[in-house]
């Protein structure tokens, strides 16, 4: 074997390493469907996460191995000491750069997209809807705002598509957290104060609402959805409940 052949070897097992990896990270559907303007910002960051950390992962792994396969004891060294090496200035400041760099843009790309998915969409409606968690069940509350008439509250969450939805979140009694996979967007729900997040839903259906922190005994069966439907239905839904609940106050 030639003396540049392990080398040769280890770089393309590290390169086809490398092109799986990445590989994994797209053909491999990690997460459920995307309906939010913000989960597609989530998502695109954890592509470039995947493209940054795949490879530098395969390098330090294959450093390791190819010292382990190059450079181990063999028969009668046993004996032998390394050579007196004490440092290197160059490859120091190397490899503590570079990670920096490459750091220190994630950082700054995770903060473009955080800041992207809280801030205010121009030129899309916005509504605000109230959610209150309590062991083990969510309700939500719609405002005047929102209804045109009496405020209402309601154990379902119906969403207009094409708005913009702020959320203002309370708890009852313990800390919650108010999680919609399929926006990518979560919050803690904790009592004495009101947090909030916002969702631009992009995408019609029914997706699961999930409390995603653990508040007690029930915590595994506090679930909901979100119904994100056409402003019509929209519309329609608030009337019939409202009916409903009107005629219920007046029973
Ligand atoms: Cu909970």
């Given at each position: 074997?030639?003396?540049?052949?392990?080398?040769?070897?280890?770089?393309?097992?590290?390169?086809?390493?490398?092109?799986?990896?990445?590989?994994?990270?797209?053909?491999?559907?990690?997460f459920p469907v995307q309906a939010s303007t913000q989960a597609h910002n989530t998502d695109r960051l954890y592509h470039v996460l995947i493209d940054a950390s795949v490879p530098i992962?395969?390098?330090?792994?294959?450093v390791v191995l190819y010292s382990v396969w190059q450079f181990r004891m063999k028969p009668g060294e046993e004996l032998k000491d390394g050579p007196p090496?004490?440092?290197?200035?160059?490859l120091e400041v190397i490899w503590t750069t570079?990670?920096?760099?490459?750091?220190?843009?994630?950082?700054?790309?995770?903060?473009?997209?955080?800041?992207?998915?809280?801030k205010k969409p121009s030129g899309v409606p916005e509504i605000q809807i109230g959610v209150t968690?309590?062991?083990?069940?969510?309700?939500?509350?719609?405002?005047?705002?929102?209804?045109?008439?009496?405020?209402?509250?309601?154990?379902?969450?119906?969403i207009p598509m094409g708005d913009t939805v702020y959320f203002n979140m309370r708890s009852k009694d313990v800390i919650h957290a108010f999680w919609i996979p399929a926006f990518r967007l979560q919050e803690d729900v904790v009592p004495g104060i009101t947090t909030h997040y916002r969702a631009t839903p992009d995408r019609l259906g029914t997706y699961p609402v999930v409390c995603n922190l653990l508040c007690g005994l029930g915590h595994s069966t506090m679930r909901s959805a979100v119904h994100v439907v056409p402003p019509a239905q929209f519309q329609a839904w608030l009337k019939s409940q409202m009916s409903?609940?009107?005629?219920?106050?007046?029973?």
């Open positions: 074997m030639s003396k540049q052949r392990p080398l040769v070897l280890t770089i393309v097992a590290a390169s086809i390493a490398t092109a799986i990896g990445i590989a994994l990270g797209y053909v491999i559907h990690w992962f395969v390098l330090v792994v294959t090496i004490h440092g290197n200035t160059r570079i990670p920096a760099l490459i750091l220190l843009g994630l950082v700054s790309y995770s903060f473009v997209v955080l800041n992207d998915n809280e968690g309590q062991q083990f069940f969510w309700s939500y509350q719609y405002p005047s705002s929102v209804t045109g008439g009496a405020p209402l509250s309601s154990d379902q969450l119906y409903a609940a009107s005629s219920a106050t007046a029973g």
